[in-house]
C-alpha cells in the first residue's frame, strides 16, 4: 500500500490552504465587481466595439472566474448579470463563513494536537526499541529543512514545473515538484495571477499555467 496516498495533511498546510482560498476567493469577488468587466460586457451586447476580441477576454474572464461557466455564446447579457451576481452572492457567502466561525480556534487546537502526539509517538519509539521491536511508526517526522528559493529561482521553477503538467499540479505538488516550500508557493501563486489560473474548490484545486 502507497502510505503517502494516506498521509495527513499539517496543520500548517491546512491553514495556509484556507489562508490561499480566502485570498482567491476575494480577489475573485473583486474582480467580479470591476467596471472593466461590465465595460467589456456592454460593448460585446452592444455591437460598439470589436466583437471578437471583447468575446475572447471576456470568455477568459468570466470561465476562470465562474466555476462552470461554459461560453459567452450561450447567454444573454441578462443571464450573465445574473451569474455574476449569483456568484458574487456564493463568495460574500463563503467568505462570511471562514471570517465568522471558529475556524482559527480549530487550527490552534489541531496544532496543539499535533505537539502532542508527536512527544508521545517519541516516547512509544524509544519504548519500543528498547523493546527491540517495530509497531508501524517509523522514523521521527523531520524538520522540513528545504532551502528557502530566491524569487527568480521561484520565476523559473514554478512555471516550469507547472509547464510539465498539462492537467495542472495541486499546491503540494508544486512544492514537491521545485523543492519550494509550501507557504512559498501560495505567496508565488498569489503575487502571479497574471501567469496562473486556478480550477477546482478546497483540497481538489489545482494550478495551470496560462
Given at each position: 500500500?502507497n502510505t503517502?496516498?494516506?498521509?495527513?495533511?499539517?496543520?500548517?498546510?491546512?491553514?495556509?490552504?484556507?489562508?490561499a482560498?480566502?485570498l482567491?476567493?476575494?480577489h475573485?469577488?473583486?474582480s467580479?465587481?470591476?467596471h472593466?468587466l461590465?465595460?467589456?460586457?456592454?460593448?460585446?451586447?452592444?455591437?460598439?466595439g470589436?466583437?471578437d476580441?471583447?468575446r475572447a477576454e471576456?470568455?477568459a474572464i468570466?470561465?476562470?472566474?465562474i466555476?462552470?461557466?461554459?461560453?459567452?455564446e450561450?447567454?444573454?447579457?441578462s443571464?450573465?448579470?445574473?451569474?455574476?451576481?449569483?456568484?458574487?452572492?456564493?463568495?460574500?457567502?463563503?467568505l462570511?463563513?471562514?471570517?465568522?466561525?471558529?475556524?482559527?480556534?480549530?487550527?490552534?487546537e489541531?496544532?496543539?494536537?499535533?505537539?502532542k502526539?508527536?512527544a508521545?509517538?517519541a516516547?512509544l519509539?524509544q519504548?519500543?526499541?528498547?523493546?527491540?521491536?517495530e509497531?508501524?511508526?517509523?522514523?521521527?517526522?523531520?524538520?522540513?529543512?528545504?532551502?528557502?528559493l530566491?524569487?527568480?529561482?521561484?520565476?523559473?521553477?514554478?512555471p516550469?514545473?507547472?509547464?510539465?503538467?498539462p492537467?495542472?499540479?495541486?499546491?503540494?505538488?508544486?512544492?514537491e515538484?521545485?523543492?519550494?516550500?509550501?507557504g512559498?508557493?501560495?505567496?508565488?501563486?498569489k503575487d502571479?495571477?497574471?501567469l496562473?489560473r486556478?480550477?477546482?474548490?478546497?483540497?481538489?484545486?489545482?494550478?495551470f499555467?496560462?
Open positions: 500500500m503517502d496516498s494516506l498521509q495527513m495533511p499539517t496543520t500548517d498546510q491546512i491553514a495556509a490552504e484556507f489562508s482560498l480566502t482567491q476567493w476575494r475573485a469577488l473583486t467580479l465587481g470591476e472593466h461590465h465595460r467589456l460586457l456592454f460593448s460585446y451586447f452592444s455591437g460598439s470589436p466583437r476580441k471583447a471576456l470568455n468570466l470561465t476562470g472566474l466555476p462552470g461557466f461554459g461560453t459567452l450561450r447567454h444573454t447579457m443571464d450573465i448579470n445574473r451569474i455574476i451576481e449569483a456568484q458574487k452572492r456564493d463568495l460574500e457567502a463563503k462570511a463563513r471562514i471570517s465568522g466561525n471558529d475556524l482559527a480556534a480549530w487550527i490552534a489541531r496544532r496543539t494536537c499535533e505537539t502526539i508527536a508521545i509517538d516516547k519509539r519504548f519500543c526499541g528498547e523493546l527491540g521491536i509497531v508501524g511508526l517509523g522514523d521521527a517526522p523531520r524538520e522540513d529543512r528545504r532551502p528557502r530566491s524569487d527568480s529561482e521561484l520565476d523559473v521553477r514554478i516550469e514545473a507547472l509547464r510539465k503538467a492537467k495542472g499540479l495541486s499546491q503540494v505538488a508544486i512544492s515538484a521545485t523543492g519550494a516550500s509550501y512559498a508557493v501560495v505567496k508565488w501563486l502571479h495571477p497574471d496562473v486556478a480550477e477546482g474548490e478546497r483540497r481538489g484545486r489545482r494550478v499555467l496560462k
